[in-house]
């Protein structure tokens, strides 16, 4: 009798270690990820099971950023009855549902709230280990405005480098350089790493200068920037010599002209002044002819 009421007690020891083992707290997570559209607002879900009142219930969310995920922060708390927001997220972050679920909501998503997302769970005076949960969050966004720039020698036979970067996008942005003029054409292009890529083109010519074109794209949108490329071509020596000759000889004819002016001009006031001298003579001679008379009149 006593063997048998020993057994007894410990199967009821084992159901009850059982029970309680069974209504531990458990935390489940609903999505393993969640994508949201960049402005939008996202639900992140965070579920939790226990058999203690909640009077002392403690939730933690934090953020391990993709862009530094070895710099988590913390994102917003739930502690005896008290909301504690991360300053950078006042207004944009909350509970849902406390303290029946530790759900939150993430508003005017912004790319830089990308990451791994962890919901972390304590209900004393349960001895159980925190319960973990975690999830990824991924902001979808349009690419921004890409910025085009250009480098290397640009006169005839030069080699030139078009290159092209984006800040952000997700997706990836995928790049694209064309030549818009006098046709389009496309341009192969050496991707540097996943937001920039660049053209070289060697051995430029006047055919090289025109409208360039990149064109930055995912399913969210597309921007482009914009490179106007002039190839200047250096003279040759003969054209030079040509130019040259060409200049003498303008200038000789000027010369010469100039001199024919001035021995014209000369010859001209030479004219005049013989002119004059005939004149004068004249002149006298009438004097002398008519004096004699005039004298002999008034004798008379």
């Given at each position: 009798?006593?063997?048998?009421?020993?057994?007894?007690?410990?199967?009821?020891?084992?159901?009850?270690?059982s029970?309680?083992?069974?209504?531990?707290?458990?935390?489940?997570?609903?999505?393993?990820?969640?994508?949201?559209?960049?402005?939008?607002?996202?639900?992140?879900?965070?579920?939790?099971?226990?058999?203690?009142?909640?009077?002392?219930?403690?939730?933690?969310?934090?953020?391990?950023?993709?862009?530094?995920?070895?710099?988590?922060i913390?994102?917003?708390?739930y502690d005896?009855g008290?909301?504690?927001?991360?300053?950078?997220l006042?207004?944009?972050?909350?509970?849902?549902?406390?303290?029946?679920?530790?759900?939150?909501?993430?508003?005017?998503?912004?790319?830089?709230?990308a990451?791994?997302?962890?919901?972390?769970?304590?209900?004393?005076?349960?001895?159980?280990?925190?319960?973990i949960?975690?999830l990824?969050?991924?902001?979808l966004?349009?690419?921004?405005?890409?910025?085009?720039?250009?480098?290397?020698?640009?006169?005839?036979?030069?080699?030139?480098?078009?290159s092209?970067?984006?800040?952000?996008?997700?997706p990836?942005?995928?790049?694209?350089?064309?030549?818009?003029?006098?046709?389009e054409?496309?341009?192969?292009?050496?991707?540097?790493?996943?937001?920039?890529?660049?053209?070289?083109?060697?051995?430029?010519?006047?055919?090289?200068?025109?409208?360039?074109?990149?064109?930055?794209?995912?399913?969210?949108?597309?921007?482009?920037?914009?490179?106007?490329?002039s190839?200047?071509?250096?003279?040759?020596?003969?054209?030079?010599?040509?130019?040259?000759?060409?200049?003498?000889?303008?200038?000789?004819?000027?010369?010469?002209?100039?001199?024919?002016?001035i021995?014209?001009?000369?010859?001209?006031?030479?004219?005049?002044?013989?002119?004059?001298?005939?004149?004068d003579?004249?002149?006298?001679?009438?004097?002398?002819?008519?004096?004699?008379?005039?004298?002999?009149?008034?004798?008379?």
């Amino acid at each position: 009798m006593g063997s048998s009421s020993g057994r007894w007690m410990l199967w009821t020891l084992c159901v009850c270690l059982s029970a309680l083992e069974n209504t531990a707290l458990r935390v489940t997570m609903r999505e393993s990820s969640v994508e949201v559209v960049r402005g939008d607002f996202a639900i992140l879900p965070c579920s939790f099971f226990t058999s203690s009142p909640l009077s002392r219930l403690n939730v933690i969310w934090t953020l391990a950023p993709f862009t530094n995920p070895e710099s988590p922060i913390q994102v917003i708390v739930y502690d005896h009855g008290q909301v504690i927001e991360d300053p950078s997220l006042i207004g944009r972050v909350g509970f849902t549902g406390i303290p029946w679920s530790a759900d939150i909501v993430l508003n005017d998503t912004q790319v830089s709230d990308a990451g791994i997302y962890r919901c972390m769970v304590n209900n004393p005076p349960e001895t159980a280990d925190p319960g973990i949960g975690e999830l990824a969050l991924t902001v979808l966004a349009p690419p921004s405005l890409p910025v085009c720039q250009w480098d290397g020698d640009v006169d005839m036979g030069g080699s030139v480098t078009l290159s092209c970067t984006v800040k952000e996008g997700t997706p990836t942005p995928e790049i694209h350089w064309e030549k818009l003029n006098p046709e389009e054409i496309s341009l192969p292009i050496n991707m540097e790493g996943d937001l920039s890529g660049s053209v070289q083109i060697v051995n430029v010519s006047s055919q090289t200068s025109g409208l360039y074109r990149c064109s930055a794209n995912n399913f969210l949108g597309t921007e482009n920037c914009y490179v106007n490329l002039s190839i200047y071509s250096t003279p040759d020596s003969s054209s030079g010599i040509l130019q040259g000759v060409l200049l003498t000889l303008s200038m000789s004819l000027v010369l010469l002209a100039l001199l024919v002016l001035i021995l014209w001009l000369h010859r001209t006031g030479q004219d005049g002044r013989w002119r004059g001298g005939k004149d004068d003579e004249d002149e006298c001679y009438n004097e002398i002819r008519y004096t004699p008379s005039l004298m002999k009149r008034s004798f008379v």
